[in-house]
């Protein structure tokens, strides 16, 4: 079992940067791939990026590509979203998701455990 807590979310202006944090339970943690997904009001949950257990692979949804970055501290058990350049559009609640599987998921039903999320709001 694996429990996840969000932070780091807030109100920033357009342009602005904020970097999320993601700690997990457990001692296993390394053994677990870690994606950051987002669900903006009325929409359904989207991928935003994906980490892999070592951190030497990543993957990005076309959206946050160049402006978010995805890293993680296996020693700290926590998992990063630096989110830079940041846009109305980028408002969302964000989550955190730990998966046990091999490799990056991009999908939401691979993943196995959720945290309950953290608050982002970008102003026009």
């Known amino acids: 079992q694996v429990q996840l807590v969000e932070s780091g979310g807030g109100l920033v202006q357009a342009g602005g940067s904020l970097r999320l944090s993601c700690v997990a339970s457990?001692?296993?943690?390394?053994?677990?791939?870690m994606g950051w997904f987002r669900r903006a009001p009325g929409k359904e949950r989207e991928f935003v990026a994906a980490?892999?257990?070592?951190?030497?692979?990543?993957d990005y949804a076309d959206s946050v590509k160049g402006r978010f970055t995805i890293s993680r501290d296996n020693a700290k058990n926590t998992v990063y979203l630096q989110m830079n350049s940041l846009k109305p559009e980028d408002t969302a609640v964000y989550y955190c998701?730990?998966?046990?599987?091999?490799?990056?998921?991009?999908?939401?039903?691979?993943?196995?455990?959720w945290g309950q999320g953290t608050q982002v709001t970008v102003s026009s």
């Open positions: 998701a730990a998966d046990r599987g091999i490799g990056i998921q991009i999908m939401v039903h691979e993943y196995d455990y």
């Open positions: 457990g001692r296993t943690f390394s053994r677990y791939a």
């Open positions: 980490i892999s257990w070592s951190g030497a692979n990543t």
